[in-house]
């Protein structure tokens, strides 16, 4: 052989090694991506009753914080155009004992035994309806399927980033 021509040499790289940072960075996505398929796993229809109850009592709530603003309001005789809508919107007068009763109606639909129990009814019979037609929900059970789908999502990504991560450390290690 002659003195110029290349010879191989095993104690000599040929590749470029990946760096171990490559690795984790490519791992924590490779596995959010992957974890973000949970968003696909089917809702059961526990959860989505207890869900849809959630939803349903936090917009109670809000509708009883709302109508509470206007009792203020009115108690300072400065009824704003906002509240003026939101007592329209509930079918009261600007009457401090009518808001006051439509505060209490408000609050035993969503706190009464009967009424929670009728409720919850009502999802559970409708889910299978829901599932299959879902332009068929009122706002609250649409608000929480997709709170149920987004939740997923967001711990399906988390949790498939760790892993990714974890194993990628594994496989990093020299």
Partial sequence: M?????????????????????????????????????????????????????????????KIASLTQAVK????????????????EAGVNADVKEITQKCIDIDKEVSDPASVKKLKTYFSENFKTFKKNP???DNNCADAYKSLKWNRFKWGMGIGAALGLALSLMSSRD
Avoid at 78 to 85: D, Q
């Fill in 2 to 62: 002659s003195v110029n021509s290349p010879q191989f040499d095993p104690n000599m790289m040929y590749y470029s090694p990946v760096s171990s940072k490559k690795k984790k960075i490519g791992g924590t996505i490779f596995g959010g991506l992957l974890g973000m398929t949970a968003y696909y796993l089917p809702v059961t229809k526990d959860e989505f009753v207890n869900k849809a109850f959630k939803v349903t009592k936090d917009e109670a709530n809000s």
């Fill in 73 to 88: 309001e009115i108690e300072k005789k400065s009824l704003s155009s906002e509240s003026k809508m939101i007592l329209q």
């Fill in 135 to 137: 332009h068929l929900m």
